[in-house]
């Protein structure tokens, strides 16, 4: 089975502080993606990669970065954390065709 | 733009009462997905529709794909607390390496 592996599943930053959010696929998975969870707006796409080096904005790109250079390792960074990134992230591999497979997530208080 | 759509957003059912959750989606695609979350947890895989008439069943819970009408529906049989949970529907799109998901059903199965 393929295992996503987020490295935390509860942080708490302050503001403005840059903030990482690891994330490692086990399998040789192209795509990676990293979403947003909030209650009444569902999962939304901030970033996305498709292979080492290469990334695509999602939905909300705004306020966030992100790095691949492994192309087991995804991260997602917090230039500088505002309460309003308070969420909980998550992270997921694919390979195609199939479905994603999802991390444990991460959630993250800014304060 | 791809738009995903699941009814009913809420859903409170009886044990062991029949229910159906549906996925409408807006472009062609053959390839489906449910996922669970669990309140807190991140998403589960259930099933993967990849073809026009898939039907997929996993205990209480069978899942279909109808890429004719662009429909997909979660059927669930003889409800129990167990499946209480939210369900969400995940479509593929052509030429594209993410996935566009649905704002997710509730479902609060009752004793």
């Known amino acids: 089975d393929v295992k996503v592996t987020q490295s935390s599943r509860y942080l708490v930053k302050r503001t403005g502080e840059k903030v990482f959010l690891e994330c490692v696929q086990d399998?040789?998975?192209?795509?990676m993606f990293w979403y947003r969870q909030d209650p009444g707006l569902g999962l939304r796409l901030i970033y996305f990669s498709y292979d080492v080096k290469m990334k695509e904005k999602g939905d909300i790109p705004e306020g966030y970065s992100v790095s691949r250079e492994k192309k087991e390792r995804f991260s997602l960074i917090l230039e500088s954390a505002s309460t309003n990134q308070t969420s909980m992230y998550l992270c997921?591999?694919?390979?195609?065709?199939?479905?994603?497979?999802f991390g444990s997530g991460t959630r993250l208080t800014v304060v | 733009e791809l738009k995903v759509e699941q009814n009913p957003l809420f859903l409170s059912m009886q044990e062991g009462k029949n229910y159906t959750i549906y996925c409408n989606y807006s472009t062609t695609s053959d390839r489906l997905y449910w996922y669970r979350q669990d309140p807190g947890k991140s998403l589960e895989s259930l099933f993967v529709?990849?073809?026009?008439?898939a039907v997929k069943q996993e205990g209480r819970l069978m899942a279909s794909l109808d890429t004719k009408a662009r429909l997909s529906t979660l059927h669930i049989t003889a409800a129990v607390h167990d499946l209480s949970a939210t369900y969400f529907c995940a479509v593929d799109e052509y030429n594209n390496n993410d996935m566009r998901f649905g704002a997710g059903t509730r479902l609060t199965v009752k004793p």
């Open positions: 529709l990849l073809s026009n008439g």
């Open positions: 997921a591999s694919k390979i195609n065709p199939g479905g994603y497979t």
């Open positions: 399998m040789d998975h192209e795509n």
